[in-house]
C-alpha cells in the first residue's frame, strides 16, 4: 500500500518513469552548480577575513587591549615586523652582524663594558645560569629575598645541592643590606650573594647597589635577577660593581619571550674558572667562545633576537635618561590613581620608600573578589592586569608598567577601574 501511495502512476511504462527522473536530476544538477558560483567566492581568504573582521566588530571582546601585566609586555609595530623576518644563517656573516649589534645595544642600556652573553631561554634559565656557573657542590650562599622570584632564586641553588642561607623581608618590603651583612659573618662559608633586584610578585625594589659593595666587604660576589628592572630603571652595573646581572627579552626591552640576557662582570668570570658544578647548555665560557666567532652555541631564538635588535634600537634612540624618566612618570600616574581609588577599598601594596617603577602592587580589601575585578578589566575594558602570586594570589593585584608604556596608558587603566568599581 505504502508504494502505492508513492507510485500513484503504476500504470505508466518503465521509461517514462526513467526519462522522468533524468530531467529532474539535470534540473537539480543545474541548480547545485548555479549555487555552487554563488557560494565559492564567499569562502576564500579575502572575503572569509572581511567576514571574520564583520563578526569581530559585533563582538564583546575590545578591539584595543591594554596588556599591563609584568611581562610578556606589549610590542611596538616595528618590532612586531622584526619578528617576522625571513630566517638566516645562525652561522652565516648576517648573524655575526645582528648579534653584535646586539650585544652593544645591551652594553649600553646596561651601562656595562663587561661581556653580555646571549642564551636562548627564559629569565629563569639565565638565573640558573647563573648559579651553576658561579657555585661548585658543597658551596653556601646567602639568597636575599622577600617575594616569589627571589625564592626561585633560592631553590634553584637548593636543587644543585647548595647550603642557602635565607634572608628575608614581611611581604611588600624590601631586605635590609645590614641583614645580609649579618648573614655573611654568620656563615663565612657563604661566597655568592643571590638578590632579584626588583620583586614583581611585590612591586618592590631592593637597593641592590647597597648589597653588591655588602657582598664585596665581606668578600662575597653577587647575582642579581634584573629580569624586570633592567631597561627601564637606573641599573649601572658597573658602577655599582654588580658581578652578574640577569635580564629577559619579554619585559622593559620590548620584545617577545626567548632570550635571557647575562651580564658577566671579571669577578665572576674569575670564579667560574673554578666553579665545578656541571654545566652545557649554560655554559658562560662556551656561549662566550661562540659569542667571539659571532655566532651562538646553538640555534638561537632569531625572531626573539630580530625583534631584540629593533627594540634596542629604538631604546638607544630614546635614551637611558628618557627612559627612566618614562617608566617613573608611568609609575607615579598608576600610584596615584590607586590612592583616589582608596574609597573602595584599595590600597599600595608595597613600602613607599622601595616601591617600584616598573610593577605596582595593589592590596585588596577583605573578602573582595580580585578575580572577578580582573575579568571584569579585560572582558569590558581590554585591560588585562595580573593577580597575586603564591601566598599572595587573591590578595592584591599586580599592574604592570614596563617596555612599551607611558603615563597615558596607566591613564587608560585607572579609567577602567574606576569604572569597574563603581558598577560592583
Request: net charge neutral.
Amino acid at each position: 500500500m505504502r508504494g502505492n501511495v508513492f507510485n500513484h502512476r503504476g500504470t505508466e511504462s518503465t521509461e517514462e518513469t526513467r526519462s522522468g527522473k533524468k530531467k529532474r536530476m539535470r534540473a537539480g544538477s543545474r541548480r547545485t552548480s548555479r549555487l555552487t558560483q554563488i557560494l565559492t567566492p564567499l569562502f576564500s581568504f579575502p572575503l572569509c577575513a572581511l567576514y571574520a573582521s564583520a563578526v569581530h566588530s559585533f563582538s564583546t571582546i575590545p578591539k584595543a587591549t591594554q596588556l599591563r601585566i609584568p611581562g610578556p609586555t606589549p610590542l611596538p609595530d616595528a618590532v612586531r615586523e622584526a619578528t617576522g623576518q625571513q630566517m638566516i644563517n645562525h652561522r652565516g656573516p648576517e648573524f655575526a652582524t645582528l648579534l653584535a649589534e646586539t650585544v652593544a645595544g645591551m652594553r649600553t642600556i646596561l651601562q656595562t663594558t663587561h661581556d653580555v652573553l646571549l642564551l636562548s631561554c627564559s629569565g629563569s634559565g639565565g638565573m640558573e645560569a647563573a648559579v651553576i656557573n658561579l657555585c661548585s657542590p658543597g658551596d653556601a650562599v646567602v639568597a636575599a629575598h622577600a617575594g616569589v622570584f627571589g625564592e626561585r632564586f633560592a631553590a634553584i641553588a637548593e636543587a644543585y645541592g647548595i647550603a642557602v642561607h635565607h634572608v628575608t623581608a614581611p611581604d611588600g618590603h624590601a631586605v635590609d643590606p645590614a641583614q645580609v651583612a649579618d648573614a655573611l659573618v654568620t656563615h663565612p662559608r657563604a661566597k655568592t650573594v643571590l638578590l632579584t633586584h626588583n620583586e614583581s610578585s611585590t612591586g618592590v625594589t631592593h637597593d641592590l647597589a647597597a648589597i653588591t659593595a655588602v657582598a664585596h666587604r665581606h668578600g662575597a660576589i653577587i647575582a642579581a635577577d634584573c629580569i624586570t628592572s633592567t631597561a627601564a630603571l637606573d641599573v649601572p652595573l658597573d658602577a655599582w660593581g654588580v658581578d652578574v646581572a640577569v635580564s629577559a627579552s619579554q619585559k622593559a626591552w620590548m620584545a617577545p619571550p626567548g632570550l635571557a640576557m647575562v651580564a658577566v662582570g671579571p669577578r665572576a668570570w674569575q670564579r667560574s674558572m673554578t666553579a665545578t658544578l656541571p654545566r652545557f647548555y649554560f655554559d658562560f665560557q662556551r656561549a662566550r667562545d661562540a659569542q667571539e666567532k659571532g655566532q651562538t652555541p646553538s640555534t638561537p631564538a632569531l625572531p626573539t633576537l630580530t625583534g631584540l635588535h629593533r627594540a634596542l634600537q629604538m631604546l638607544v634612540a630614546e635614551g637611558l635618561p628618557a627612559i627612566i624618566a618614562r617608566h617613573h612618570a608611568a609609575a607615579e600616574a598608576c600610584r596615584a590613581d590607586i590612592g583616589d581609588l582608596a574609597e573602595y577599598g584599595l590600597r599600595l601594596f608595597a613600602d613607599p620608600t622601595h616601591a617600584s617603577d616598573t610593577v605596582t602592587a595593589v592590596a585588596l580589601p577583605d573578602g573582595f573578589d580580585g578575580a572577578r575585578l580582573l575579568a571584569r578589566l579585560r572582558d569590558a575594558h581590554g585591560v588585562i592586569l595580573a593577580g597575586g602570586l603564591g601566598q599572595l594570589a587573591g590578595r592584591i593585584i599586580r599592574i604592570g608598567h614596563l617596555g612599551n608604556v607611558t603615563a597615558a596608558d596607566m591613564a587608560v587603566v585607572g579609567d577602567a577601574l574606576r569604572a569597574v568599581l563603581r558598577e560592583s
